[in-house]
């Protein structure tokens, strides 16, 4: 594939120093670029064709190496990275030990904040321009927010003060699908470019100094503006923004760069807060994608040629949505709330079957929860499903509003654990933690698709107050039993006591098969549920084998693990060799899932060698295998044998 302009663009002074007549041109092989190499590493692919104009126009404006642009969500940035100097980085996207999915100022100097999830960009933003005041620097400051991002709550909380504070900075709103704005007409569209003309601005400035200045002339500019604030609200229908104090503009045609530089360069003037409003089509420029955008938000490698093929396998999540479904059938109390991601979390056939029972509330995952709340209260039986990494922008409302008064609120929790390929802003791993913070919280974990579906019914009908059900992204393991068990001993050994949840006992009895072939003898106690934790057959355990393994897929601090070591020690039963095991007190970055484990220590092979240290150094050969020697240890300070 040979690129011939795209070739020579290797930093935003490249794309500055373009023709004009270069500028499209460029944008189709960004496209071209785009879905040939995404199609091979997977990625977020609609966003991104439909903000190439977009993106060109404001390296055309500002200069990111000094200025400060920062991203909503960050699935709009690959054009960004590519015109950044990461263009020969591109194909180890989402790759462990290349570059991002998202924005990262480790990766790049052009690069401000680090963006994953939704309406955060103009609260950052603003926080940049007030510092950037208060050390009297010199610089611009961006926020790219897209329609969605802009449900979240916080997206306006941000605007709100940003109006307020007066403070120069762009707030871009690329709109491609919400037409926050309806069809405005030609009047609308041309009264907009007139605001962005120069003479028009500096018109503006004369006729208010001139009013300060004549006697009676405050009361005739207030007349004046009045009048017009009307006339704009009729026409435009913008005030939203004008309202919070905002200077406005648009909305403007995303794909037209010079519009789109003009209304870039006029708001880089005013010196103020701003807004510029651009419509952009997601997808733009490869047509699967422009006839299916959301099909295309997030993709796995796939054949550039036909598209994507929709897959015929099971996941967790689509297990999920079909037993809820059922569940909901001889159930009409239960209803399904999703924060905008309908299709992520298996749900969309139950929005087909009962569309009066599904509620999606946009980006607001906080307003879910708390909504959920109170449904609830009312005799509704509301079931939540959201991304782990994502409802922890809910833990506020965990607590007030659904656990004080014990809301019989259902959890449906998606992409718990490690997750591949997005990094550190999508790992689905402190959820434990906060989960088992919050008092009479039931936290289920299925290691199956029979369990996901038995859990689900137990958590909707049997399970008094909040309770959650956590499970992973992806399909199941070996383990495919069924039940809602909360604990059950399913190896039985005697010389450790392996402790694990959810998909990690399929690393669990990998790891006790391996181990037993070396003449190792490992227990396996799997939870079902790890709050409260059902302490019986764990003590039991220990107290026969004198060694504890806790295997978990979460965040060191707060696991499930320090919980059972507490307890058995409260008790004095806590064993002599205790040792944890998890995705430790850092964020996980890219990378496949295995790729993951092993560099959390998480994997069977790390199990085993973790067990095999523990035990001793005193091992035999016999018969090709390890035995364990007869003689005793000190391990941990304790005697083992």
């Not at 999606?360 to 709340?373: C, Q, S, Y």
């Not at 991304?387 to 506020?396: A, C, G, K």
């Not at 669990?508 to 227990?523: C, H, M, Q, R, W």
């Amino acid at each position: 594939m040979r690129l011939s302009i795209l070739d020579g663009v290797d930093s935003p002074e490249d794309v500055k120093s373009l023709q004009e007549r270069e500028l499209y041109p460029l944008c189709e092989e960004l496209r071209e670029f785009l879905v040939s190499s995404i199609s091979k590493t997977g990625g977020h692919l609609a966003a991104n064709l439909g903000a190439v104009e977009l993106i060109i126009a404001i390296h055309r404006v500002f200069d990111t190496a000094k200025d400060k642009l920062v991203f909503d969500v960050g699935h709009q940035s690959y054009v960004h990275k590519l015109l950044t100097g990461r263009k020969g980085q591109f194909h180890t996207l989402r790759q462990k030990g290349g570059i991002s999915g998202f924005p990262k100022p480790s990766e790049s100097i052009h690069d401000a904040c680090v963006a994953g999830h939704a309406s955060t960009s103009i609260s950052a933003a603003l926080g940049i321009a007030r510092a950037r005041t208060l050390s009297r620097g010199d610089y611009s400051v961006i926020a790219l927010i897209g329609d969605g991002a802009l449900t979240g709550g916080l997206a306006y909380e941000g605007l709100s003060d940003a109006g307020e504070s007066g403070e120069p900075m762009v707030i871009i709103l690329n709109d491609n699908g919400m037409s926050i704005a309806k069809n405005v007409g030609g009047v609308a569209h041309y009264l907009s470019r007139q605001r962005m003309r120069t003479s028009y601005s500096a018109f503006k400035k004369r006729y208010r100094r001139l009013m300060d200045f004549l006697p009676g002339g405050g009361a005739i500019y207030k007349f004046t503006h009045n009048v017009k604030t009307a006339v704009k609200e009729v026409l435009l229908r913008c005030s939203m923004f004008e309202n919070m104090g905002l200077q406005y503009s648009g909305p403007i045609d995303g794909h037209n760069i010079q519009r789109v530089t003009e209304a870039l360069e006029w708001a880089k003037r005013q010196n103020v807060p701003t807004v510029v409003h651009v419509l952009t089509q997601k997808g733009r420029g490869y047509e699967p994608s422009e006839l299916a955008p959301a099909e295309y938000h997030g993709v796995q490698p796939f054949d550039k040629k036909i598209g994507l093929v929709n897959g015929t396998g099971k996941t967790f999540s689509s297990v999920f949505g079909e037993r809820l479904a059922e569940i909901a059938g001889n159930e009409p109390k239960v209803c399904a709330i999703t924060a905008a991601m309908a299709s992520g979390t298996g749900l969309e056939d139950f929005s087909l079957l009962y569309p009066e029972r599904f509620f999606d509330v946009g980006i607001a995952e906080g307003h879910a929860v708390a909504m959920a709340a109170g449904m609830s209260t009312r005799g509704a039986i509301p079931v939540f499903a959201v991304y782990s990494s994502f409802l922890q922008r809910s833990y506020d409302m965990l607590i007030h509003d659904v656990a004080i008064t014990k809301q019989h609120v259902v959890l449906a929790i998606d992409r718990a654990g490690l997750v591949p390929g997005d990094g550190e802003t999508h790992q689905g791993v402190f959820d434990v933690a906060y989960l088992r913070s919050v008092p009479g919280m039931t936290v289920l974990c299925p290691a199956s698709y029979a369990e996901l579906g038995d859990m689900l019914l137990h958590a909707v009908s049997k399970v008094d107050g909040p309770v959650a059900v956590r499970f992973p992204r992806g399909a199941q393991g070996a383990y495919t039993k069924g039940g809602a068990e909360m604990v059950k001993k399913v190896r039985d050994g005697s010389d450790f006591t392996l402790v694990t949840y959810g998909i990690s006992i399929n690393t669990a009895t990998e790891a006790a098969a391996k181990l037993g072939d070396e003449g190792i003898s490992v227990e396996i106690i799997k939870l079902g549920c790890i709050n409260p934790i059902d302490m019986g057959a764990i003590a039991a355990s220990v107290s026969k084998t004198g060694r504890l393994l806790v295997l978990e897929e979460c965040a060191a601090s707060g696991c499930a693990g320090e919980a059972i070591v507490t307890m058995l020690a409260k008790e004095g039963r806590c064993p002599g060799t205790v040792v944890l095991l998890n995705t430790g007190d850092t964020f996980a970055p890219c990378g496949e899932i295995e790729q993951l484990r092993e560099l959390c220590g998480i994997d069977t092979e790390s199990v085993c060698a973790t067990i095999r240290e523990r035990i001793g150094t005193q091992l035999k050969i016999e018969g090709g295998n390890w035995k364990i020697g007869s003689e005793c240890v000190r391990v941990n300070g304790q005697n083992t044998a």
